[in-house]
């Protein structure tokens, strides 16, 4: 089992603290490769407030967020009820570039919090 670290926005930091979201959404670069079903994910806020730690159940590799999107309800992977309607796959492209996501695809990393 490995620990993997990651930083999270405070919201969708919240969503994963409350149960809510339980597949994070990444590339599937070379760093995500190395994840496992069985490790552990250590998330950090961005602002360095707090941290969180949780067990991937499962790995979603897809071409594109396009095909992730259409795999999982939105609420899963950060959206909410009220804002659901209006959420799209180009959503992440203020994480990621085009040529990136054209190059690794995506990656759904399901995960369940781990209490403390």
């Known amino acids: 089992m490995t620990v993997?670290?990651?930083k999270l926005n405070p919201s969708p930091f919240a969503m994963i603290a409350s149960g809510q979201k339980t597949v994070?959404?990444?590339?599937?670069d070379e760093k995500?490769?190395?994840i496992s079903v069985g490790d552990e994910i250590q998330f950090s806020r961005t602002d360095g407030e707090a941290t969180i730690r949780c067990r991937v159940v499962?790995?979603?590799?897809?071409?594109s967020f396009r095909e992730l999107y259409q795999a999982f309800p939105l609420?899963?992977?950060?959206y909410t009820e009220e804002t659901a309607p209006a959420a799209t796959p180009e959503d992440m492209d203020a994480y990621y570039t085009e040529e990136d996501q054209a190059k690794y695809g995506a990656l759904g990393i399901e995960i369940l919090r781990i209490e403390l």
Do not use: D
């Open 75 to 78: 609420t899963s992977i950060g």
């Open 58 to 63: 499962a790995l979603h590799a897809y071409p």
């Open 4 to 6: 993997h670290y990651m």
């Open 32 to 34: 995500r490769k190395r």
């Open 24 to 28: 994070e959404l990444r590339l599937n």
